[in-house]
């Protein structure tokens, strides 16, 4: 497939220099920053409705959660080999379509009083697993509709609209259960799925799809040509090892760090969010600085020290003693600054990963990376959990955070450490059983 097929239309005409003179480019932009902000409203407001509304005990609401979350390891590879066989504007519309139903039928069921847990949890699972097509998809889409030098930009600026909607989202649910009421509070997620559908639609622009054999593999086929593709890359394979050992020892440090803020700190619940907020300022830097960095000092040279850095903070931890009056602003600094690295290790590698697979092996590339990277989190949250019993929360938290370094010393030691500013021409060979 030619270079330039994801950068000219289906009429001949050129997309834009510049990304924010495309319109096509800002109406993904706009569908993409609603969808967001209704995906992290709705973590919030499904299960602030199950406390709030159905009274759920603690294990309902573990159970809530599990089932919306686990769409990401059941789903995730399936629909990677799907999605790289259509045109992912048209998944992402239907998912939209599909997500605003959903909470739009939650909503009226809750204000006539029969919304019950078993519809909620059919919901939360829709929702999730629709929120899993599009978050692939989106990923995928940019690649065809764009030339591959816009991709950093291209990245950053939804990246940055995804760290926004990270912070707005869940405070925007919050105060919406608050101010109003949950069945209310689904009903205007709902209408942001639809503002999203609505911008999508708007895209004129044709993207296109990679070449299908005439007998396409079958699905488990496809799955396993992805998961074959990212283990011979020598780059991709080193993605998904410091990805997955990344989010392994996070999910033990963020067990342990939960412990230790009002445990060991005697942290208000307030003083605990305001900490955990400050990462949502710090993505929105990191996603700024992405934009420009690797092009000025080299890809290889931005991931591994922003890695260091990012990951490294958190050693700093187990160190924080006194009152709050000192340790909110020492945690609103770590925060912060691991917000801003590893949100720039995050657009980053994405760049690297969009250029390295052709467009037959978008979807299942992005697909691969989150299952094998998210995969591990259980037992990383398990592995903090123990340790925080056996050896008591800061040497726990000195320990798993010091295991946060794995994954730049990964990179360091791989290919990623040499990519310049320039990123290597893509595959140009479409996938024949995509």
């Known amino acids: 497939m030619p270079l330039s097929s994801s950068a000219v239309s289906d009429s001949g005409r050129p997309v834009p220099s510049s990304l924010w003179r495309d319109a096509d480019f800002r109406r993904l932009w706009v569908g993409q920053t609603a969808s967001q902000l209704g995906e992290q409203a709705a973590l919030v407001v499904l299960p602030l409705f199950a406390v709030l509304a159905l009274d759920a005990s603690a294990g309902q609401l573990g159970a809530l959660r599990a089932v919306g979350q686990a769409p990401i390891l059941l789903l995730s590879l399936f629909i990677g080999a799907w999605v790289d066989r259509w045109r992912t504007l048209t998944l992402m519309v239907l998912t939209d379509a599909g997500r605003a139903l959903a909470l739009g039928v939650a909503a009226v069921a809750g204000l006539l009083g029969g919304l019950g847990l078993p519809m909620l949890l059919v919901v939360a699972f829709a929702v999730g697993a629709l929120s899993v097509f599009f978050d692939v998809a989106y990923q995928a889409c940019l690649v065809r509709l764009v030339k591959r030098d816009q991709l950093m930009r291209g990245n950053s600026a939804l990246e940055g609209s995804r760290s926004a909607a990270q912070i707005g989202g869940p405070a925007l649910g919050g105060a919406l259960v608050s101010a109003l009421s949950a069945p209310i509070a689904a009903a205007s997620s709902a209408v942001l799925f639809a503002l999203s559908f609505l911008s999508l639609r708007r895209i004129g622009r044709r993207e296109s799809v990679p070449e299908r054999s005439q007998r396409p593999a079958r699905v488990w086929r496809r799955i396993h040509e992805g998961l074959r593709f ?65 092009s000025r000092f080299g890809h290889g ?45 995050n657009v980053t590698i994405m760049a690297v990963r969009q250029t390295v697979a052709p467009d037959g092996m978008q979807g299942r590339v992005a697909a691969t990376i989150n299952f094998v990277g998210m995969g591990l989190t259980p037992l990383g949250s398990l592995l903090g959990g123990f340790l925080a019993d056996a050896w008591g929360t800061r040497t726990s938290l000195l320990v798993t955070a010091a295991g946060m370094l794995l994954s730049p010393v990964l990179m360091a030691l791989s290919p990623l450490a040499r990519l310049g500013r320039t990123l290597p021409a893509p595959p140009q060979t479409p996938v024949a059983s995509a």
């Open 230 to 294: 990212v283990a011979r890359d020598a780059s991709l394979r080193t993605v998904c090892l410091a990805s997955a050992a990344f989010q392994f020892f996070f999910a033990a440090v963020m067990t342990v760090y939960l412990l230790f803020l009002p445990r060991d700190l005697h942290l208000s619940g307030t003083a605990v969010g305001l900490a955990l907020a400050a990462t949502g300022p710090g993505a929105l830097l990191g996603s700024l600085l992405a934009a420009r960095l690797p």
């Open 301 to 345: 040279a931005v991931l591994v020290s922003a890695a260091a850095i990012g990951d490294g903070v958190f050693l700093f931890v187990p160190a924080v003693h006194g009152s709050a009056v000192v340790t909110v602003p020492a945690l609103l600094a770590v925060n912060f600054v691991f917000g801003t690295f590893s949100q720039l290790v």
